[in-house]
């Protein structure tokens, strides 16, 4: 059986989705939901706050980010998330992976025949 396209993006999103949001992080502390709108306004949909959350349990019980309730002006607090420093360091490595993978699958994919002709 050959999975859909739903089943498709959700595996390769599981496999991206903790470098993406301990990206996000590092750019800049957020919390949860705000980054789930992040991840859609950078052109990767990560589903709902069901799927959010377990990444941001992991990255915390690995010790590359840290949680703090702060204020929030339109409700309860909200826990905010900032990136320690082993954190940093494990994105970079992340980051450096995820460039020699994407650049061999970039490659492997260019090879493919174009739409209405042959390679």
Known sequence: MVPGEGVHHSQIMRGVLDMCVLALIVREPTYGYALLESLAAEGLPAGSEGSIYPVLKRLHRHGLI?????????????????????????????AEDWKAVSAGVDTVLAGLPTKGGSS
């Not at 840290?66 to 992340?94: C, F, I, N």
């Open 66 to 94: 840290e949680a703090e309730l702060e204020p929030s002006e339109s409700g309860p607090a909200r826990k905010v998330y900032h990136v320690t420093g082993a954190g940093r360091s494990v994105l970079a490595v992340w």
